[in-house]
């Protein structure tokens, strides 16, 4: 059974630094491609950046709104993905979603639960 | 802003039809296939659609979707309270190369 469960949300300055993590279980985790998507509260699905799995360069791809704030990462020995959040700003404020491909798309088909990121002073 | 379009809402009573339509352009879904998602109240998105039109096991065959150029739709037939949520359609974007959701659209069963 898939299983990705996020962690490291929580209260935030405005400027600040905050990294998400999310560990995954259930499937071959280093071939996978795997994305962070954010709910604003209220709002509807915004896609934030993914990346590819190992076998396909392990490159990353960003939204226009977060490139050169956040960067992907994965540790495959782990079987964890991050999302490293810099010069965070009170529109980051959502909830954050890891997802994974589920039929060979590389699209969001597995969900994590979410964990809430706040960006306030 | 999302560059695919959805209506904020629809309703119809139990046991009726409903559709939502998703409309984007060649950049997104005219060249990439779409996926439909059904999010529950207070919970995580789920996938309900992939590959334009196909139902993941374990998903109701009451959902149903279809794709024609730049736009696809989401049917649900047999319109059951449990189906009241948010829907989204989704597809990759060549011109933004990011991957896109529509609007979002509710879903009221009367």
């Known amino acids: 059974e898939v299983q990705l469960v996020e962690s490291g949300g929580g209260l935030v300055k405005p400027g600040g630094s905050l990294r998400l993590s999310c560990e995954a279980s259930g499937f071959t985790f280093s071939n996978a491609w795997m994305s962070w998507v954010r709910q604003a509260p209220g709002q509807g699905l915004e896609w934030v950046g993914r990346?590819?799995?190992?076998?396909?360069?392990?490159?990353?791809d960003y939204a226009a709104l977060v490139k050169g704030r956040f960067t992907v990462s994965r540790d495959d020995s782990k079987q964890k993905l991050y999302l490293q959040m810099n010069s965070l700003r009170t529109e980051d404020t959502a909830v954050y979603y890891c997802?994974?491909?589920?039929?060979?798309?590389?699209?969001?088909?597995?969900w994590g639960q979410g964990t809430l990121v706040t960006v306030s002073s | 802003q999302s560059v695919l379009t959805q209506p904020p809402s629809v309703s119809e009573a139990p046991r009726q039809r409903v559709t939502i339509s998703c409309s984007g352009s060649?950049?997104?879904?005219?060249?990439?296939?779409v996926n439909w998602y059904q999010q529950l109240p207070g919970k995580a998105p789920k996938l309900l659609i992939y590959y334009d039109d196909l139902v993941p096991s374990g998903v109701s065959d009451r959902f149903s979707a279809s794709k024609s150029g730049t736009s696809a739709s989401l049917a649900i037939s047999g319109l059951q309270s449990e189906d009241e949520a948010d829907y989204y359609c989704a597809a990759w974007d060549d011109s933004l190369s990011g991957f896109v959701f529509g609007t979002g659209t509710k879903v009221t069963v009367l």
């Open positions: 997802t994974t491909g589920r039929f060979g798309d590389h699209y969001p088909g597995y």
């Open positions: 990346i590819k799995g190992k076998t396909d360069g392990g490159t990353s």
């Open positions: 060649s950049s997104n879904i005219g060249n990439n296939t």
